[in-house]
Every structure is written in C-alpha cells, then in structure tokens.
C-alpha cells in the first residue's frame, strides 16, 4: 500500500525538514496549474495530505505507529509464507523419492507386524529403532514411515511428523490414512501449543481469560458439593457420594478442559489424539485406564513418558490439572467427612479425566468462533 512517505518520495521515518523540501519540490511540479496531467489535482491533494500529517508531531507520531504495526503483520505473513514453504519442499521431497524408480525388495511382513505391536504397546523407543532397521533394508515402505510419524509426533516434533507421513502416504498411496494424517500435522504446525518439542522453557502464548474463567467455575463446582445438603448414595466403593458430587466431578473435567483448550494452553486434541499405527491413541487409551483408576493412568502414562522420552506437553499438562482438580475436590470432601474426602481422592479423578477430554472437544470448538 502506497504510504505518505511514497507520495512524496522519501524512505520512511523522515525527517521534517525533509518533509517540507520534498513538498516544496512536488508542489512546484505537482500543482494544477501546472502540470497538464490529467490527475493532477488528485495527486496534489495526495501530496498536501502527505505533508500536513508528516509535519504534524503528533499525527506523524500516530500514522508512524500504524506503519510499524502493519510492518509486524507483514513480517508474521512472510513466517506463515515461509512455513508454508517448507511444508511444500517436504512434499517434493516425497514425490522424488517415490519418483525413484530402483526396485523394491521383498517386504518382511512380520517385521511390519512386529513394529506396529511394538508402537501399540507403548515401547517407542524400539519401535523407532526397528522401523528406522526395516528402512535401511528396505526405503520404500510405508508402515515404518507412519511409525515414525507417529513417534514424532507424539512427542511434539510435527515437522518430523509431516516428513515422515508425507513418505508413507507417497508410498502406499492406496491407503488414505496416512494422507489424512499428513493434512492433520500441516493443519497442527500452525498451532503454538503443539508446534514445539515438550519443554518447560518452550511455552505458548495462552489467553487468560477462558482459563481463569474455567478456574473458577471448577472451584465454585468444589465448593457446591460442600454445601449440598443431599445424602448419601451408598454406591460400592464410595459410599459417601452423592448426586452433587457425581454430577460436579465430570462437570468439572468438562469445565478444565474446555478453559485449557480454548485458551491455548493445550494443542487441539487432534494434534495430539491422531494415529497412523497405533489401535488407540494414547488419550483414548488413558481414558480407558482412568475408567478403573485416574491414579492408575496417571502412573502408567508418567512410567512410559520416562522409560520412552514420550512426554507430551498437552496430555501431561491435562494429566496434572485433573491431578489437582481431584485433589481439590478431596479437601472439600474432608471438610465433610474423612471418608468422603478420601473416596473423592482416590475415585474423583476418574470422572474429572473423561469430562475433560469431553471439554477438550469443546474448547477446540471455542478455538475457532
């Protein structure tokens, strides 16, 4: 877009004495009266507008203010241009290799059921090294590449997760789960929250609002069940709950997921839940497990992440808020009765963990209104 500082032909950020030469100069060449060109008033308006701005402290102040701003977003367009880019080069990339023509050599079927079980067991380490083994045999196979895609990207490498499905759609492009999840990692990339390896350095920029919002209905939801004056239920194991206390724990979850979702403290369940090999996704999975005991799911997802440098920033950031959660609920619980409290502490995350993956769904809807 043409600026003021085009009009009349000086870099921006100008000074005023040059300002002023400059439409001394135009005014001169530019006026009505003088020059025969058809729109000559129109640029010598364009010029007067110029000039009485950049002469003005505090209009010039403002307008250069907008300039910058517009600057940033070009700036953050060329990045997004850019990863769009790189995005394209790693398809090309996968269309040259399938364009190779060498001959194929027999592929070990059992090798490929052996990797995939190894994935589905939660064992990742070995599955990467044995599908990383079956492609130096062998570079043209499709089921070790989706392997590695997966690994990489439930560990939050998605760049790595794009390359390696892009292969293995190119490969066996019969099979359209790989192609969908290649089209899920390159929608993921522009996501912050799952963009990045899991660290606690490397954090996503997360709207408050939503969050402390969610915060404080979960609290308001602990405190109900306080006040609630229901009776007990007498249901085997928790004897002490009652129907307020069934209803807020996954009213709660629901509440602590949709907050962490919708602020961006957490990647799109998508980005996290996708899977090209494996029978569950590891959220299903631990839901599965949270159903018997949140505790149990919570100890067997901290036992893989460390023993398979498998930690995912969402699902553990998730993990813990449901930790807390269940333990606020716990200390209400004691307020009332011992026995309440500890059935709520042991039992509660089990509810609060489903609800939150029900507002995890929700809170990724939240995300595009």
Excluded: C
């Excluded at 990742?124 to 570079?139: N, V």
């Excluded at 920033?313 to 011992?338: I, W």
């Amino acid at each position: 877009m043409r600026t003021h500082y085009d009009t009349l032909g000086l870099k921006w950020g100008a000074s005023v004495e040059d300002v002023k030469a400059a439409y001394r100069r135009l005014a001169r060449e530019e006026h009505p009266d003088v020059s025969s060109r058809p729109d000559a008033q129109d640029r010598f308006r364009a010029i007067q507008e110029a000039y009485e701005v950049l002469t003005d402290d505090r209009r010039k102040t403002a307008y250069d203010a907008i300039l910058n701003k517009n600057s940033e977003a070009e700036k953050e367009r060329r990045r997004r241009q850019k990863e769009r880019e790189e995005e394209e080069r790693l398809m090309r990339l996968a269309e040259e290799r399938m364009r190779d023509q060498a001959p194929r050599t027999h592929i070990d079927q059992e090798a490929v059921r052996h990797v995939t079980a190894l994935v589905n067991q939660g064992r990742f380490i070995e599955a990467e090294q044995e599908a990383l083994k079956m492609l130096q045999q062998e570079s043209r196979q499709p089921v070790p590449y989706a392997v590695l895609g997966d690994v990489a990207r439930y560990r939050g490498n998605l760049k790595k997760a794009l390359e390696n499905y892009g292969y293995a759609a190119q490969y066996e492009p019969a099979n359209p789960i790989y192609q969908r999840k290649y089209e899920e990692v390159m929608v993921a990339l522009n996501d912050p929250a799952a963009n990045y390896r899991p660290t606690l350095t490397d954090l996503p920029e997360v709207n408050a609002a939503p969050l402390v919002v969610s915060i404080g209905l979960v609290l308001g939801a602990a405190i109900y069940t306080f006040f609630a004056q229901d009776q007990a239920l007498r249901l085997p194991l928790v004897t002490e709950w009652t129907a307020s206390v069934i209803a807020m724990l996954p009213v709660a979850g629901v509440v602590l997921g949709a907050g962490l979702a919708a602020s961006g403290a957490i990647a799109k369940y998508r980005a996290v839940s996708g899977s090209a090999t494996m029978t569950l996704p590891p959220a299903v999975a631990l839901a599965l497990l949270s159903l018997v005991s949140y505790w149990l799911a919570a100890a067997v997802y901290f036992v893989v992440g460390t023993r398979q440098q498998t930690f995912n920033r969402s699902l553990s950031l998730l993990l813990g808020a449901v930790g807390a959660v269940t333990v606020l609920f716990g200390l209400f619980g004691m307020f009332r009765s011992g026995t309440l409290g500890m059935q709520n502490l042991v039992f509660g995350g089990n509810l609060v963990y489903i609800g939150s993956l029900v507002g995890w769904l929700i809170g990724d809807a939240l995300r595009r209104i």
